[in-house]
């Protein structure tokens, strides 16, 4: 219900924009610009005060998963309930477009995303299966078929390309 925001640690918070917001990100470098997604992708320069639509932003559909990485403060990925998968290389300045081939997701319930901190091309996308990428999208790889299927959460140890994976 819109993107609220906190200037004094949680003790009250002001709506900032209205919409239905599925994820945000911060910029790894710079607290003060913030990437949010719904349909489009969305930023704010001055940490989070206000916001407007990238102007080159994708146009997605349903629940959308956005990720940045500490590896280049530069890249942004995101992926919808269609699997639509995207990549900036400049800051949401242009976008390409991959295709996560056998990725099956729950459509509104499970789509996670989850880029390195240490490496911008190794990305994992998961819904009812995982599929991880070292290439930065070009192609992927199933992983984790061990792993109980609905994963909700992927995020990887602080300095490393190891993960924790969280699922029913």
């Given at each position: ?22 994820d945000i ?6 607290p003060d610009?913030?990437?949010?997604v719904r ?130």
């Amino acid at each position: 219900d819109g993107i609220n925001r906190t200037v004094n640690g949680g003790t009250s918070w002001t709506k900032v924009k209205s919409g239905r917001f599925y994820d945000i990100e911060f910029n790894t470098t710079n607290p003060d610009i913030v990437y949010a997604v719904r349909d489009s992708v969305f930023q704010s320069l001055d940490g989070g005060a206000t916001w407007s639509v990238l102007p080159t932003s994708p146009k997605f559909t349903g629940r959308v998963a956005i990720e940045t990485t500490a590896a280049n403060d530069s890249v942004i990925y995101a992926m919808d309930q269609s699997k639509k998968f995207v990549k900036s290389i400049d800051a949401g300045a242009t976008w390409t477009t991959y295709t996560v081939t056998g990725l099956t997701l729950y459509g509104y319930y499970d789509n996670v995303l989850s880029v390195s901190p240490i490496d911008e091309n190794t990305v994992y996308a998961a819904g009812f299966n995982m599929y991880k990428t070292t290439n930065g999208g070009t192609s992927w790889t199933a992983v984790g078929s061990s792993i109980h299927v609905d994963h909700h959460v992927i995020e990887f140890i602080p300095g490393s390309n190891s993960v924790y994976c969280g699922n029913d």
